[in-house]
């Protein structure tokens, strides 16, 4: 299994551009969740699903974040539109018997 | 509300001596309790995890951790540290029972001297 995979890697894109963030989990895993991590905040907690279901998403910082998760396998973190302070690294990860596995990471800086 | 403190933002180390890196928990159940490591540019491992059983839990690396019930602790151990541990340590904790969610500490860098 080729783990969890996020894409882009890196986004480098202006203030007031919609930035779609992509998640792919691992086959059989049925809990989602996305992170954001910076220096001043460490590892927060965005939204988290169940069986695609947005279970809480009370860490999401404000409306001009969605999540969704279309299928089992594929969530997408949709900001728009983008600003500065949303610079961070965003996380998912899926979940199996209580462990999280994570992607690599999808850096975002916002101009 | 379940919580996490690791009281040390950094440790430093030198390479073959033994490293801790702390964590104390708050839950009102029974916590699963978790290590996971990250490395630059990189999501964070899973490196070893309490769920019940024998109180010292061994992981991947080299790394192990001890379960204190009465100390709320679980730290994190290894005996001789090398410069490859160098990383940044996250403890996290999960009600068992509860939403699936994982509550993780602030983190701790851990630089390993050669």
């Known amino acids: 299994d080729a783990g969890v995979i996020q894409s882009p890697r890196h986004e480098v894109t202006e203030m007031g551009q919609e930035v779609t963030l992509r998640c792919k989990l691992i086959?059989?895993?049925?809990?989602l969740f996305w992170y954001r991590q910076t220096m001043m905040r460490g590892l927060e907690l965005l939204i988290y699903?169940?069986?695609?279901?947005?279970?809480?998403d009370s860490g999401m910082p404000e409306d001009r974040f969605s999540a969704k998760m279309p299928n089992a396998s594929f969530s997408t973190l949709k900001i728009q539109p983008s600003e500065p302070r949303d610079s961070a690294v965003y996380f998912c990860a899926s979940q199996y018997r209580g462990e999280l596995f994570f992607g690599e990471g999808s850096r975002l800086t916002v101009l | 509300a379940q919580s996490v403190a690791q009281p040390e933002d950094q440790v430093n180390v030198a390479e073959g001596n033994p490293l801790t890196v702390k964590c104390t928990y708050s839950?009102?159940?029974?916590?699963?309790l978790f290590w996971y490591v990250q490395y630059p540019n990189r999501g964070l491992q899973f490196l070893l995890k309490y769920i019940t059983g024998d109180n010292l839990v061994k992981g991947s690396y080299g790394f192990e951790a001890e379960f204190n019930k009465s100390q709320t602790s679980f730290h994190l151990k290894k005996p001789s540290a090398l410069v490859s541990d160098s990383a940044l340590y996250f403890c996290?904790?999960?009600?068992?029972?509860?939403?699936?969610?994982?509550?993780f500490g602030s983190g701790t860098q851990l630089t390993v001297l050669p």
């Open positions: 699903f169940n069986n695609n279901v947005p279970i809480d």
């Open positions: 996290a904790v999960l009600i068992s029972g509860s939403a699936r969610q994982l509550t």
């Open positions: 839950v009102s159940g029974n916590p699963y």
């Open positions: 086959s059989g895993h049925n809990s």
